[in-house]
């Protein structure tokens, strides 16, 4: 018998029988493990759950992406992609080389002169902890998260940064940031995920929060020629995506950059307040 345990639980506690569920002739249990009604709501509070069958645990992950993608609309298999952390931890001296910069470039600039003095910023996706970095020095309290591990012990051993490791669906405080940089995270999230990060973004900002949002162009999903995942939008999407969030665009510029992959992409950085 499978079955899902909730964190801080030991297995002798009996969440939910998946494996009688499945193959039971009950069609009210047959009919809540195809819908992955109980698995919905126990999602936020699920760790693992223990099985010798590779059928059996096809199955729970499938009930469980299927309900969240009906649900939230997107799938709990899209919460990391683990060969894009894979390509980020077996590069990160690459991409430190790449992106590295002696100043603040022009979007760290104008999102620190928006945000009050001494602020309290999250840079969502920090990856090495350059930018994080150069916001501590300037004054800012600055709390850094990377889905990655070793990005994230890269930042600690490199700019001595208290940085965690964590992913974009764990953003859930409220009105605790002065601001969120997200530069060239967010593109790592399935399309139909969006929407809700920058809702909990908008939650995690305090009143008038400055939001720097920076993504790639384009339409679709795809890999790229080193195989990290990423989705892309239209800068109309992204303007009314912001707009359904009360967020009120301060600035917008387009351009176009060459990257750890090789290729010349367009991108667009916003600057909003929300």
Request: charged content about 20%.
């Amino acid at each position: 018998m499978a079955v899902l345990y909730p964190v801080g639980h030991s297995p002798d506690f009996d969440l939910c029988p998946f494996d009688t569920a499945r193959r039971s002739n009950n069609a009210s249990h047959a009919d809540m493990f195809d819908r992955g009604i109980s698995v919905c709501a126990l999602l936020r509070h699920l760790s693992v759950f223990y099985t010798s069958d590779a059928g059996l645990v096809a199955d729970i992950a499938g009930a469980v992406d299927k309900c969240c993608r009906a649900v939230s609309g997107y799938g709990f298999s899209d919460m990391t992609d683990q060969q894009t952390l894979e390509v980020y931890a077996n590069r990160i001296a690459d991409y430190a080389k790449t992106f590295k910069r002696n100043r603040p470039d022009r979007s760290l600039r104008h999102f620190m002169a928006a945000l009050p003095a001494g602020g309290h910023v999250h840079d969502l996706g920090c990856g090495t902890g350059q930018a994080a970095a150069m916001m501590r020095d300037a004054g800012f309290i600055v709390t850094a998260s990377d889905a990655c591990p070793k990005m994230v012990q890269y930042a600690r051993d490199h700019y001595d940064l208290d940085a965690t490791v964590g992913t974009f669906d764990q953003l859930k405080a409220t009105a605790a940031y002065d601001g969120i940089w997200a530069n060239f995270s967010l593109l790592h999230a399935p399309r139909t995920a969006l929407p809700h990060h920058i809702k909990a973004i908008k939650k995690a900002l305090r009143p008038d929060g400055i939001f720097h949002l920076g993504l790639k162009i384009g339409t679709g999903e795809q890999r790229d020629a080193l195989g990290r995942f990423y989705s892309y939008h239209s800068v109309a999407e992204l303007q009314k995506i912001l707009a359904d969030n009360a967020f009120e665009i301060l600035e917008m510029a387009e351009g176009s950059e060459k990257g750890l992959a090789g290729t010349q992409d367009p991108f667009v950085i916003i600057l909003s307040r929300g």
